[in-house]
């Protein structure tokens, strides 16, 4: 469990970083601050892993602050003034947030810290990830998909028991799945290459389900079917 500390004078910037950390169990919230001087009376007795730290505040701006603590803990920095990434990344800030920060980037850049913590994890040997679906992570178990359809401006993933909707891309969510286990086989589909029942050169045939083959893909689709056959 990782110790961390908001220090923003905006109550609603604060707000929004508290609901998002809910979320997040590997992190707990030790106190949100809205001054310098209180951060630094916080670290003053606690142990802090990470801070997240506006920059433009008065009296104490967050780069004071920063150079002051140098060390102590690894910085985030949040700002609504993109201006201040330079300075920010000069004085060893481990991310730079833009206001308004959306749900995706905070976890990026919360992923980001627990990377550097724990080293990089091998998601080669991992048997689940996260997706965002209704203002939350939800963790979803390789195993468990039977493919990802795009929608336009959304995904539907369709599991063995459930359907989860999410605003990310498919190139995103490409990224997340292993390709030994997942095939992509039209631009709109992805598929679980375990929970293809049979398939011709036009479609797959998974659990009640009928996917496409598309030209484009076909070749490598077939060719990928049939070296597991």
């Known amino acids: 469990m990782y110790k961390v500390l908001i220090i923003d004078d905006e109550p609603m910037a604060r707000g929004i970083l508290e609901n998002y950390l809910s979320k997040i169990d590997t992190l707990e919230l030790v ?9 630094f009376s916080v670290l003053n007795k606690e142990n802090i892993d990470l801070i997240f730290l506006d920059i433009n505040m008065p009296e104490v701006t967050g780069l004071m602050f920063a150079k002051a603590i140098k060390g102590k803990a690894n910085i985030i920095f949040t700002t609504a003034y993109r201006e201040y990434a ?9 991310d730079y947030l833009l206001k308004p920060i959306p749900l995706d980037r905070f976890m990026q850049s919360v992923n980001k810290f627990i990377n550097s913590r724990e080293g990089e994890i091998d998601t080669a040997s991992m048997s689940f990830t996260f997706f965002r679906c209704e203002r939350k992570m939800v963790k979803v178990n390789f195993d468990d998909i039977l493919c990802i359809e795009g929608c336009g401006d959304y995904l539907k993933i369709y599991l063995s028991n459930n359907t989860l909707v999410t605003r990310e891309t498919m190139t995103n969510v490409i990224e997340k799945l292993p390709k ?14 375990s929970k293809i029942e049979s398939y011709t050169n036009e479609h797959i045939n998974l659990k009640g389900k009928t996917i496409p083959i598309s030209r484009s893909y076909r070749e490598n689709v077939l060719h990928k079917l049939e070296t597991i056959t």
Request: aromatic fraction near 10%; glycine fraction near 10%; charge should be negative.
């Open 86 to 94: 330079v300075e920010g990344f000069e004085v060893d800030a481990l």
């Open 31 to 39: 106190a949100s601050c809205g001054s310098a001087a209180q951060g």
């Open 180 to 193: 030994n286990i997942f095939m992509r086989s039209h631009r709109s589909y992805l598929v679980s290459l």
